[in-house]
């Protein structure tokens, strides 16, 4: 006998807004939706930065019962807001329908999760970025710094963590 399966997915990127909780009842299962959103990004041969493309994929991940209540604890507890990168896998579900001020039918992928978790290498390099970015300019000797002709820039606006950049070329 055969078996049909449905298909796992991935599903990676920052969470959009605020995740969306509903406790169960006596009458129904915990309820929770969370905005997972992933924007294209390529390198500019020419400036040497990643820039956006402009292609923003949205995609919807469901959740019930325990699995909608460990993200309600997360979410109160402040671990999964907006902004937080994550990574889930789950299986397909219909796609959500919307119509935007023009009149567009629009359809989003859904998710129902099976697994969700915090991706903590996104987000050290966030925070190291951020880190870089606010910290003001060390006073002393200057660092020494690579020739100007190597492959990895320095610069603070470059994405790079600790001399590692944060999308790797091969």
């Known amino acids: 006998m055969t078996d049909i399966t449905t298909p ?11 995740p969306v909780y ?3 009842d006596d009458r129904r299962r915990s309820f929770a939706a969370i905005r997972l959103l992933k924007s294209e990004r390529r390198r500019n041969p020419e400036t040497r930065r990643w820039e956006d493309t402009g292609v923003t994929l949205a995609v919807t991940l469901k959740a019930f019962g325990p699995t909608a209540d460990l993200i309600g604890r997360l979410a109160a507890d402040g671990r ?14 219909a796609p959500e329908t919307w119509t935007d001020r023009q009149g567009t039918v629009h359809a989003d992928p859904v998710v129902i999760i099976d697994t969700i978790g915090i991706d903590l290498i996104r987000q050290a390099r966030a925070e190291a970025a951020r880190a870089r970015t606010a910290a003001p300019a060390p006073a002393g ?6 020739d100007a002709d190597t492959a990895r820039r320095w610069e603070a606006d470059d994405e790079t963590v600790d001399g590692w950049t944060t999308d790797p070329e091969f």
């Open 80 to 93: 999964l807001a907006k902004g937080t990168p994550v990574v889930a896998t789950g299986h397909p579900d």
């Open 141 to 146: 000797p200057a660092q020494a710094r690579p």
């Open 22 to 24: 509903k406790a169960g």
């Open 8 to 18: 796992t997915l991935r599903a990676d990127g920052n969470i959009g807004r605020e």
